[in-house]
Antibody
Framework: QLQLQESGPGLVKPSETLSLTCSVS??????????WGWIRQPPGKGLESIGN???????YYTPSLKSRVTMTVDTSKNQFSLTLTSVTAADTAAYYC????????????WGPGTTVTVSS | EIVLTQSPGTLSLSPGERATLSCRAS???????LAWYQQKFGQAPRLLIY???SRATGIPDRFSGSVSETDFTLTITRLEPEDFAVYYC?????????FGQGTRVEIK
């Protein structure tokens, strides 16, 4: 059964770079059935898509974050990663990684999420 | 960008009642790319419905989805105590996708 797990620092200073990794287990990141995404949720607010990545490395970023976001995939480690530069308090959120099923176009597998706080 | 507008913001109902949640897409989105998620406090979202009307694996049949032009509906026929949560619609026709702002279903 496919499982995802986010990892990374829980505290980042303003103006610095947030880096998170999502480890895929129970299946291959090179799956023909899934592509991968990052979603975030500020405290008490709704869900926001950050971007999608295919195992080929193709990416799609949400326009409001595009200038600060980079997503990569490491097939040797079965992981994909998120980098967000020049963070501010507005980037404080729970960050989730998810698998998007090619056949249903639904995010049917999620990591438990990791909370990132931007503060000095 | 496709904007999804959910209504109402909050729905106050009693267990056993019927819940009807709406999601309007502007511009329109193909029903193939519209999903519904349930999120409980402190948990990751869970996929309920994909393709506007297909239930995900393990989802009880009291959950159903439907579509009429640009309006999508999630219906919970008889609310169980575990159904009180926040519900989001999401489109992935235009990557990386967008979510509606959510509807909270609370106990009356």
């Amino acid at each position: 059964q496919l499982q995802l797990q986010e990892s990374g620092p829980g505290l980042v200073k303003p103006s610095e770079t947030l880096s998170l990794t999502c480890s895929v287990s129970g299946g291959s990141i090179r799956s023909d059935s899934y592509y991968w995404g990052w979603i975030r949720q500020p405290p008490g607010k709704g869900l926001e898509s950050i971007g999608n990545i295919y195992y080929s490395g193709s990416t799609y970023y949400t326009p409001s974050l595009k200038s600060r976001v980079t997503m990569t995939v490491d097939t040797s480690k079965n992981q994909f990663s998120l980098t967000l530069t020049s963070v501010t308090a507005a980037d404080t959120a729970a960050y989730y990684c998810a698998g998007i099923n090619y056949y249903s176009y639904g995010m049917d597998v999620w990591g438990p999420g990791t909370t990132v706080t931007v503060s000095s | 960008e496709i904007v999804l507008t959910q209504s109402p913001g909050t729905l106050s109902l009693s267990p056993g009642e019927r819940a009807t949640l709406s999601c309007r897409a502007s511009p329109s989105v193909s029903s193939n790319y519209l999903a519904w998620y349930q999120q409980k406090f402190g948990q990751a979202p869970r996929l309920l419905i994909y393709g506007a009307s297909s239930r995900a694996t393990g989802i009880p049949d009291r959950f159903s989805g439907s579509v009429s032009e640009t309006d999508f509906t999630l219906t919970i026929t008889r609310l169980e105590p575990e159904d009180f949560a926040v519900y989001y619609c999401q489109q992935c026709e235009i990557s990386p996708g967008t979510f509606g702002q959510g509807t909270r279903v609370e106990i009356k």
